[in-house]
């Protein structure tokens, strides 16, 4: 292999970008999630029939189906309210816990990755001489 090809960026650069990108997709799906409880909660509030919920659920699905590829914020949107509409659908429940219990999930998810790229970023950060001072 040439050496040209190699990327030569240290390790810990390289590891803090993936970073940024695993917190920006967690703070992405805590938004869309947000917003695609309350499209839910706006939806079963009406206590609409079967058939108009199928159809929620199919517009739902187009708009997640729609973003996957390109913004996970806006695909969440979508794939919340398939998600919860559904699960309402096979086992009616009050919607108050059940919209209550996808935030919560969602958050400790939040944490959970914003957790784990903290330790990633630590265990992966070049050992530096004592007294040194960080430059990046």
């Known amino acids: 292999m040439h050496r040209a090809a190699v990327d030569h960026r240290p390790r810990h650069r390289a590891s803090r970008q993936r970073g940024h990108v695993v917190v ?11 917003v695609g409880i309350a499209v ?3 939806v079963l509030a009406a206590e609409p029939p079967a058939w108009v919920l199928a159809v929620a659920v199919a517009a739902a699905t187009l708009v997640a189906e729609s973003f ?7 695909a969440v949107v ?8 559904t ?9 108050g816990p059940t919209v209550g219990d996808r935030v919560v999930e969602s958050a400790l998810g939040l944490l959970v ?10 265990l992966s950060a070049p050992a530096r001489p ?3 001072v960080r430059t990046d």
Do not use: K
Request: charged share 5%; proline share 6%; net charge positive.
């Open 24 to 34: 920006g997709r967690s703070v992405h799906r805590v938004l869309g999630t947000l």
């Open 40 to 42: 839910t909660h706006l």
């Open 68 to 74: 996957t590829a390109h913004h996970h914020g806006l």
């Open 78 to 85: 979508g794939i919340t309210p398939v998600a919860v509409v």
């Open 87 to 95: 699960s309402h659908l096979a086992a009616p429940a009050p919607i």
């Open 113 to 122: 990755a914003l957790l784990l790229v903290l330790a990633v970023h630590a």
């Open 130 to 132: 004592a007294g040194t």
